[in-house]
């Protein structure tokens, strides 16, 4: 059923339009070197099958997973060797070409710079990610897109009657149709291995030898029963599950993560379970998964809820002790609990500014009273010797300075008013106006206390 016209392809149309660069290599026009780029089953091999039967070129084809770089400059210098003797330019087809290496990938550069040969290469990876930028500058990237649910139905319904397909000896009933469409997730190629499975099915029910049935009054010996039918239940029986669309190092592996992130960030609970249900369909790894929850736990809820990062962190370890299937069911419980918490993202604003200003080389010396004070000499410099040890007055909280000289007053963290956070953004501005104090008097007062206060830090290591 690979299409043998450009009439007869479905799905790409607005890359085969007159004058497009794919309808001009197909036609013989002025050559492009190219790079298809799509999921399974959009057109690539099929369309560089087309350009193998325009006129006036050679076709040569390679597959990255088996073609070496000696294979490359074997056909090279083929193409060469014929463009010199009897002008007639060669199409070189590199299917798979995401697999090939970057001194792969670079064999290739003078031929297209020169027009030697014609590339047209395919990949289901993105090609950004995954061919070198030289080879891409020197080539058109189309993007061919999955084809629509019309698109499958069109094809289903010429593969049950063209001679190539099965050839009028079946019909398929409109719900079978629309579970094949279903099933084929804009992949023309598993559609048709969906309908031709179905077909044998359906086949090997009705010749099962089954026990002789009474022939009713009108049965004629030799009459033709007519084309068998291909429905529901026989579409069920030949192929129980849908295609997952999912590549775990490309394109698709980096957007529906994205998209998984993004949805538990808007809230949207639904969507971000429907993500969730298809890594774990596609066999991505939990522990991935698991990873970006705890993440997410910290970047987008924070302290809005203080239980996300405990939530997720369990999740994790029951994918580690348990795995799936049953880790699943934890993978969903944080999803919904991260989805519908509150949101904030004041902690990682937080920790990024103070990053910033570290980077910027805003990191002044520590204050002395806060400096190590427990070893000999220390006294000597000063060190430890006005710390104010807060549990050693009402409420613990002490009028001190605690960062640098060139830091102090700058706020990191402003807490939002957004679940459990809320009960923060009263409390840290009270904070910081009684440790930073307010006012000479108070800073004296402070002072004269921290002559008196020997306490011990019980957070610093002591002597001996």
Same mark, same amino acid.
């Given at each position: ?210 026990? @002789? ?72 790894? @939990? ?29 994790? *370890?029951?994918? *580690? ?72 007055? @009402? ?60 306490? @011990?830090?019980?957070?610093?290591? *002591?002597?001996?």
């Amino acid at each position: 059923m690979r299409p043998r016209t450009l009439d007869e392809v479905v799905g790409p149309q607005h890359r085969l339009g007159p004058g497009a660069p794919l309808r001009r290599l197909v036609q013989g026009g002025a050559p492009s070197s190219m790079l298809l780029y799509g999921p399974p089953g959009t057109g690539k091999t099929t369309l560089a099958t087309l350009v193998a039967g325009s006129t006036g070129r050679w076709f040569a084809q390679l597959s990255a997973v088996s073609a070496g770089v000696k294979e490359v400059r074997a056909v090279i210098s083929e193409a060469a060797a014929r463009l010199r003797s009897t002008g007639e330019q060669t199409v070189l087809f590199i299917d798979e070409v995401h697999r090939f290496s970057r001194t792969q990938q670079d064999s290739l550069l003078a031929a297209v710079e020169d027009r030697t040969i014609v590339l047209v290469a395919a990949t289901t990876e993105n090609p950004f990610f995954s061919v070198v930028s030289p080879l891409l500058s020197r080539s058109l990237v189309l993007q061919l897109q999955p084809l629509t649910d019309q698109d499958i139905a069109e094809l289903i319904g010429r593969a049950s009657t063209d001679e190539r397909g099965l050839a009028g000896a079946f019909t398929v009933t409109d719900e079978a149709i629309a579970h094949l469409v279903a099933l084929a997730g804009g992949d023309a190629r598993r559609a048709l291995t969906a309908l031709e499975a179905a077909a044998e099915s359906v086949r090997e029910l009705d010749d099962r030898p089954d026990e @002789p049935a009474a022939a009713a009054p009108d049965d004629v010996a030799g009459t033709d029963p007519g084309p068998r039918e291909i429905d529901l239940a026989a579409v069920e029986r030949a192929v129980n599950r849908a295609a997952v669309r999912y590549d775990r190092s490309g394109d698709q592996h980096y957007d529906v993560t994205s998209a998984f992130i993004k949805s538990i960030r808007g809230s949207d609970v639904d969507a971000a379970l429907h993500y969730l249900a298809r890594m774990i369909e596609a066999g991505e790894d @939990p522990r991935f998964i698991a990873r970006r929850l705890m993440v997410h736990a910290s970047e987008d809820v924070g302290l809005a809820d203080p239980t996300a990062l405990p939530a997720a962190v369990a999740a994790a *370890q029951v994918v *580690q002790l348990v795995g799936l299937p049953e880790a699943r069911i934890a993978l969903a419980q944080v999803t919904i609990h991260l989805a519908t918490a509150p949101k904030s993202n004041a902690v990682i604003t937080a920790i990024d500014e103070a990053m910033a200003d570290v980077r910027a080389g805003k990191a002044g010396s520590v204050p002395p009273p806060l400096r190590d004070g427990h070893y000999p000499g220390a006294q000597r410099l000063g060190h430890a010797q006005r710390y104010v040890y807060p549990h050693g007055r @009402p409420g613990a909280v002490v009028t001190q300075q605690y960062p640098p000289d060139e830091l102090v007053g700058r706020d990191y963290y402003r807490p939002t008013g957004y679940g459990a956070e809320a009960v923060l953004a009263d409390r840290v501005p009270k904070l910081r106006r009684t440790v930073r104090g307010r006012g000479a008097e108070n800073r004296a007062g402070d002072r004269e206390g921290d002559r008196t206060d020997t306490t @011990p830090d019980p957070g610093v290591r *002591q002597k001996g």
